[in-house]
């Protein structure tokens, strides 16, 4: 019994961990209405700023972390300089295909930035765990868990109700007619990148905390898709819920697991739970 | 565009794939080419020109899927590896010969595509594609997990070379010809494919799939058919690498490859058979002078490793999709047929 509370609390703290990546998707589809494949890699980077900044110049926690953000956040905004703002008008196609091609540019200059060694990820939560009575809570994934709940529900309320987020909404519905009611599509996206890329920094921290670290940690970018697909991609609080009834996916039995679920997901419930019903079929 | 003064006179003319004598001479040419070929080369460039060949078939099925019908595909690894694992066990299980279980194993292919394609059936856009994800890691899984006996699991399937008539495919040359052979009827076939009535519904559903649905076009089942069409194409060029490196493993077919094939597509242009052709060329080149050229770089250079050289190449092209997404988003056949079309009406502007 202990052992399947311990289980299903686990799962759920996983789970939440995956919500959090699956953030950094629903963050730039919400706003710019692109579906970033090179996710998994913006953790990675983001994972190999920290380590730069931590481990490999030894800098404490309390300076490297903020600086390793902002580094985040300067990288998110040069992506959005060098491609996105010049496909601004362009096709959605086209720019989901920047994306893949970022992933496979990403993935190139982690390795000639950091190279393909496995490096050993700072300790950013003490490794050991929090027990109360007989169950055993990894700490970072609950300080993790709590962090991504706050995260989740402040994102939501900055998407739902402040000026600034519907603004970047109306951008994700109609590129055009955000531009003609006078919202700045450019802007909008620069600022979607850069949440992307500070949000994967974040999850790269509270995934890789103690752990190893090298350019393959990627996969996780791919596996959360399920998440943000279970939720539907334009429901951030809904994220939260999603990973807590999916603690399989959190579980990770087998990698192909959060697949099925996917396909399962696209085929019975192309919209998710939380998302808006604009998926047509012809 | 035709050139100046040529008309077409009749419905067969007009229907023509090789319009003019040029045409004509420089398709000749370009055959001969390729036959000379392997006796000019040595043996390391005929086994690229061979890689080449058989991501040529790959690429212009994924061509057809997402150039025409306009449908991302993510899994065109998976479809070839469906392929090759395909041929591979009719081959060592019921010792079939090539001539048949490289068709079997594109119909496998193109049955496993199909399934996905199916997914048409209920969603659609990026949607789609985010099954054909599905389908690569379906494909790894079922690979690795299904008894060792079916497809040798993580040992992989090792087979003999393709006989024909007691003699057998084993040396470079006699490989690069068989898979010249094919890859010059799927080249056909596809050209056949994509102006006929379906390669046209593909376009009309790329172009407006409401559109075309009003037009009386089923988009459901055209745009299966592209997934059925595109994941042959990919059994059939994964069952000729079966045969060329005779050993087939998993981690040959990964998504980095689809993404590969993809690259591939983009930079030689969306919705040109020639394009695809084009692309592989192009990308497998770089790809090759970059593991040529690595070592005397990092001769060259030692304080950059041979790592980093791979690396960079990574950079490089992920760097050449991106900018041609940006600046030439028709890719290189496009810029080829302002070239053209411009060469053609010198000295006027139009």
Redesign the interface.
Same mark, same amino acid.
């Given at each position: 019994m202990i052992d399947f509370i311990n289980y299903l609390i686990n799962g759920a703290l996983v789970g939440l961990l995956y919500a959090l990546i699956a953030m950094g998707f629903v963050v730039i589809y919400r706003a710019s209405k692109v579906?970033n494949f090179a996710q998994g890699e913006l953790v990675v980077f983001g994972g190999f700023i920290v380590w730069w900044m931590v481990a490999s110049m030894g800098l404490p926690l309390w300076v490297g972390l903020p600086l390793a953000f902002v580094a985040a956040a300067i990288f998110g905004l040069l992506v959005e300089r060098?491609?996105f703002s010049? *496909?601004a008008g362009?096709s959605v196609? !086209?720019m989901?295909?920047?994306t893949?091609?970022?992933?496979?540019?990403?993935?190139?200059?982690?390795?000639?930035l950091f190279?393909?060694q496995v490096r050993s990820f700072p300790i950013i939560f003490p490794l050991q765990p929090v027990i109360i009575g007989d169950i055993l809570i990894p700490r970072s994934l609950l300080v993790g868990g709590v962090i991504t709940v706050i995260v989740g529900f402040g994102l939501s309320w900055f998407f739902n109700r402040t000026r600034a987020g519907l603004r970047m909404t109306a951008v994700a519905e109609d590129h055009q007619v955000a531009l003609s009611m006078g919202i700045s599509v450019k802007r909008s996206i620069a600022f979607a990148w850069v949440l992307g890329a500070v949000l994967s920094t974040l999850g790269a921290i509270i995934f890789l905390s103690g752990k190893s670290l090298n350019f393959l940690a990627s996969d996780i970018g791919?596996a959360a898709?399920p998440v943000a697909?279970l939720a539907g991609f334009e429901a951030i609080a809904g994220v939260l819920l999603a990973a807590y009834l999916d603690p399989i996916v959190g579980g990770a039995i087998?990698?192909?697991f959060p697949?099925?679920i996917?396909?399962l997901i *696209?085929?019975i419930r192309?919209t998710g739970m939380f998302g808006w019903k604009t998926?047509?079929?012809? | 565009m035709d050139p100046a003064g040529v008309f077409a006179t009749s419905f067969e003319r007009d229907q023509a794939l090789v319009r003019t004598r040029g045409q004509w001479i420089a398709l000749a040419l370009l055959l001969i080419a390729l036959v000379v070929l392997p006796h000019v080369l040595g043996p390391r460039l005929v086994a690229i020109s061979t890689n080449m060949l058989i991501m040529a078939v790959v690429v212009i099925g994924l061509q057809i899927n997402m150039g025409y019908a306009?449908q991302?595909n *993510?899994g065109q690894a998976a479809f070839m590896g469906v392929g090759a694992y395909a041929t591979g066990a009719l081959a060592i299980k019921f010792n079939l010969p090539f001539w048949l279980s490289i068709p079997l194993g594109g119909c496998a292919a193109a049955l496993f595509g199909f399934i996905f394609g199916l997914?048409a059936?209920?969603?659609?856009?990026?949607?789609l594609?985010?099954?054909t994800?599905?389908a690569q890691? *379906?494909f790894?899984?079922l690979i690795l997990n299904l008894p060792q006996s079916w497809f040798g699991g993580s040992n992989g399937l090792t087979l003999e070379p393709a006989q024909i008539f007691g003699f057998s495919f084993v040396s470079d040359m006699s490989i690069y010809y068989l898979c010249l052979a094919v890859t010059a009827a799927m080249v056909f076939g596809a050209y056949g494919i994509v102006r006929s009535r379906h390669g046209r519904a593909f376009v009309a559903v790329c172009d407006d799939?409401?559109a075309s649905?009003l037009m009386g076009i089923n988009?459901?089942r055209t745009k299966a058919t592209a997934f059925l069409i595109g994941a042959f194409y990919a059994g059939i060029g994964g069952g000729l690498w079966a045969y060329y490196v005779r050993f087939v493993a998993v981690d040959q077919f990964t998504?980095?490859h689809s993404?590969w094939f993809? !690259?591939m597509v983009?930079v030689g242009g969306l919705g040109s058979i020639t394009g695809a052709l084009i692309g592989v060329f192009v990308i497998k080149a770089i790809q090759e002078s970059f593991v040529t050229l690595g070592p005397s770089i990092v001769a060259q250079f030692p304080g950059l490793?041979g790592?980093?050289v791979?690396?960079?190449?990574?950079?490089?092209?992920?760097?050449?999709?991106?900018a041609f997404?940006?600046f030439e988003?028709r890719g290189l056949m496009h810029r080829w047929n302002i070239m053209k079309r411009s060469y053609r009406l010198w000295p006027f502007p139009y």
């Amino acid at each position: 019994m202990i052992d399947f509370i311990n289980y299903l609390i686990n799962g759920a703290l996983v789970g939440l961990l995956y919500a959090l990546i699956a953030m950094g998707f629903v963050v730039i589809y919400r706003a710019s209405k692109v579906f970033n494949f090179a996710q998994g890699e913006l953790v990675v980077f983001g994972g190999f700023i920290v380590w730069w900044m931590v481990a490999s110049m030894g800098l404490p926690l309390w300076v490297g972390l903020p600086l390793a953000f902002v580094a985040a956040a300067i990288f998110g905004l040069l992506v959005e300089r060098i491609f996105f703002s010049r *496909l601004a008008g362009e096709s959605v196609f !086209a720019m989901v295909m920047v994306t893949i091609g970022l992933l496979i540019l990403i993935r190139g200059l982690i390795l000639v930035l950091f190279g393909p060694q496995v490096r050993s990820f700072p300790i950013i939560f003490p490794l050991q765990p929090v027990i109360i009575g007989d169950i055993l809570i990894p700490r970072s994934l609950l300080v993790g868990g709590v962090i991504t709940v706050i995260v989740g529900f402040g994102l939501s309320w900055f998407f739902n109700r402040t000026r600034a987020g519907l603004r970047m909404t109306a951008v994700a519905e109609d590129h055009q007619v955000a531009l003609s009611m006078g919202i700045s599509v450019k802007r909008s996206i620069a600022f979607a990148w850069v949440l992307g890329a500070v949000l994967s920094t974040l999850g790269a921290i509270i995934f890789l905390s103690g752990k190893s670290l090298n350019f393959l940690a990627s996969d996780i970018g791919l596996a959360a898709l399920p998440v943000a697909l279970l939720a539907g991609f334009e429901a951030i609080a809904g994220v939260l819920l999603a990973a807590y009834l999916d603690p399989i996916v959190g579980g990770a039995i087998g990698t192909v697991f959060p697949f099925i679920i996917m396909l399962l997901i *696209l085929f019975i419930r192309p919209t998710g739970m939380f998302g808006w019903k604009t998926i047509e079929r012809v | 565009m035709d050139p100046a003064g040529v008309f077409a006179t009749s419905f067969e003319r007009d229907q023509a794939l090789v319009r003019t004598r040029g045409q004509w001479i420089a398709l000749a040419l370009l055959l001969i080419a390729l036959v000379v070929l392997p006796h000019v080369l040595g043996p390391r460039l005929v086994a690229i020109s061979t890689n080449m060949l058989i991501m040529a078939v790959v690429v212009i099925g994924l061509q057809i899927n997402m150039g025409y019908a306009g449908q991302i595909n *993510l899994g065109q690894a998976a479809f070839m590896g469906v392929g090759a694992y395909a041929t591979g066990a009719l081959a060592i299980k019921f010792n079939l010969p090539f001539w048949l279980s490289i068709p079997l194993g594109g119909c496998a292919a193109a049955l496993f595509g199909f399934i996905f394609g199916l997914s048409a059936v209920r969603i659609k856009g990026f949607y789609l594609a985010l099954t054909t994800i599905a389908a690569q890691t *379906l494909f790894h899984f079922l690979i690795l997990n299904l008894p060792q006996s079916w497809f040798g699991g993580s040992n992989g399937l090792t087979l003999e070379p393709a006989q024909i008539f007691g003699f057998s495919f084993v040396s470079d040359m006699s490989i690069y010809y068989l898979c010249l052979a094919v890859t010059a009827a799927m080249v056909f076939g596809a050209y056949g494919i994509v102006r006929s009535r379906h390669g046209r519904a593909f376009v009309a559903v790329c172009d407006d799939d409401v559109a075309s649905g009003l037009m009386g076009i089923n988009v459901v089942r055209t745009k299966a058919t592209a997934f059925l069409i595109g994941a042959f194409y990919a059994g059939i060029g994964g069952g000729l690498w079966a045969y060329y490196v005779r050993f087939v493993a998993v981690d040959q077919f990964t998504l980095f490859h689809s993404i590969w094939f993809i !690259a591939m597509v983009i930079v030689g242009g969306l919705g040109s058979i020639t394009g695809a052709l084009i692309g592989v060329f192009v990308i497998k080149a770089i790809q090759e002078s970059f593991v040529t050229l690595g070592p005397s770089i990092v001769a060259q250079f030692p304080g950059l490793g041979g790592d980093v050289v791979f690396a960079l190449m990574n950079v490089f092209l992920g760097g050449i999709i991106a900018a041609f997404l940006i600046f030439e988003p028709r890719g290189l056949m496009h810029r080829w047929n302002i070239m053209k079309r411009s060469y053609r009406l010198w000295p006027f502007p139009y």
